[in-house]
């Protein structure tokens, strides 16, 4: 099977899921949870498997096809959406670990479904065959439905965290099964409710070095996508998808709900009123525009990443550009459409709420935070700024 036709299949099967997201919206929402039915769903279409290696039996696809599924999905409901790419994005880390060791794992077919976190909070200590690992980890989305745990940790010693040659902390990426984890119910956000964002503690959870590995050695599996330098990348441009498609299932909404509605103070159908003109149509404009510039810059990253023959990172900088700016004009273009909706857009029974409550919790993801303008303008002033991903 060509990398075409997958991302063909995955599109289509995407799309013939839509109506199951849609139907269980409000029960994912009172649950706080992704219904049973939907999971199996997204992992019955591959989803999950999106950028798990293709030797594996994953689908491999290329970022801008995960893409498309993300904002699809995030369009009927933002917290599936969320789910979606946290997930589908984990399988790319599960493609650190050496071939037989990921099989073991995930299994013959893979039944991918990864949460936890790449942020350090832990600490692994070096023992016999591995490490002995401590440690709170947050905000690891979809761990209702998870198998296996991933999480960062500081190497340490009696003396502290070991360095590298440059004096940073050296860090492993580790996996653990779920049921080694006490999971603490600690989501009750006011947006994306049922993305299932909980923490979870290891004490002194013996992880085997085979289970481990550094984000900065050399991949297990050869292709572009699995290229350390480029993840971030890529797992922005899906993360900003996200918002696209919350953004847009706004737009959606709104445009079906003003139809033939006033408002409680004025007869006048919203639709008739120039200032909700202006709205939607800056509304769509920032929506466009943001999802024309993303998946432009991430498409580019991607041809060069495949070529292998050109520096990314004049590219790279464009796709955070893009990813910052998707966040902001689609959190701008909620607003607007949510203001224009009037009073009656602020409660929950009203079809705007639910999008404007998540653009907002999804914005203060890190990946796509102001940071971005500032570090891009570094490369573009033919710097290299410190950190992950350039």
């Known amino acids: ?91 790319w880390l599960a493609g650190g670990l050496k071939h037989q060791v990921a099989a073991e794992l995930f299994g013959q077919p893979p039944d991918v479904r990864l949460a936890g976190i790449i942020i350090p909070r832990g600490e692994a200590f070096p023992v016999d065959g591995g490490y002995k690992v401590s440690g709170h980890f947050t905000f690891a989305s979809g761990i209702d439905y998870a198998n296996w745990l991933m999480f960062m940790c500081k190497i340490v010693d009696e003396k502290g965290p070991i360095l590298t040659a440059e004096g940073i902390p050296k ?24 993305t299932g964002s909980h923490d979870f503690h290891l004490n002194d959870a013996f992880i085997p070095v085979e289970r481990s590995f550094s984000m900065a050695q050399p991949p297990n599996h050869p292709g572009p996508l699995f290229n350390p330098r480029t993840f971030l990348t890529f797992a922005g441009g899906t993360l900003a998808s996200c918002f696209l498609g919350i953004g847009r299932g706004a737009m959606d909404t709104f445009l079906e709900s003003v139809a033939g509605s006033g408002t409680n103070m004025s007869p006048t159908r919203l639709q008739d009123r120039p200032a909700v003109h202006a709205a939607v149509g800056q509304a769509e404009a ?30 790279i900088a464009q796709v955070r550009l893009a990813v910052a700016n998707a966040f902001r004009e689609s959190a701008r273009a909620v607003d607007l459409l949510f203001e224009a909706a009037g009073t009656t857009a602020v409660f929950q029974s009203h079809p705007m709420e639910r999008y404007h409550r998540d653009i907002h919790v999804a914005a203060k993801q890190w990946i796509g935070n102001a940071a971005n303008f500032d570090l891009a303008g570094q490369v573009l002033l033919g710097q290299k700024p410190a950190g992950a991903g350039w």
């Open 1 to 91: 099977m060509t990398g075409e036709s997958t991302s063909r299949d995955l599109l289509a099967a995407t799309a013939a899921l839509l109506p199951l997201i849609r139907e269980s919206r409000d029960e994912i929402e009172r649950q706080r949870r992704v219904s049973e039915p939907v999971v199996q769903g997204m992992a019955d279409a591959g989803i999950f498997k999106a950028f798990y290696p293709r030797s594996l039996g994953g689908l491999e696809v290329d970022p801008m096809t995960l893409m498309e599924v993300v904002e699809e999905i995030s369009r009927v409901d933002g917290s599936v959406g969320w789910c979606a790419m946290i997930t589908s994005g984990a399988g």
């Open 171 to 194: 860090t492993i990426l580790a996996f653990a099964p779920i049921a080694e984890a006490d999971v603490r119910d600690t989501w009750s956000a006011v947006g994306l409710c049922a």
């Open 286 to 315: 920032s929506l466009s525009s943001a999802r024309a510039y993303l998946f432009d810059s991430v498409e580019k990253v991607w041809a060069v990443a495949s070529d292998g023959k050109s520096d990314p990172i004049q590219k």
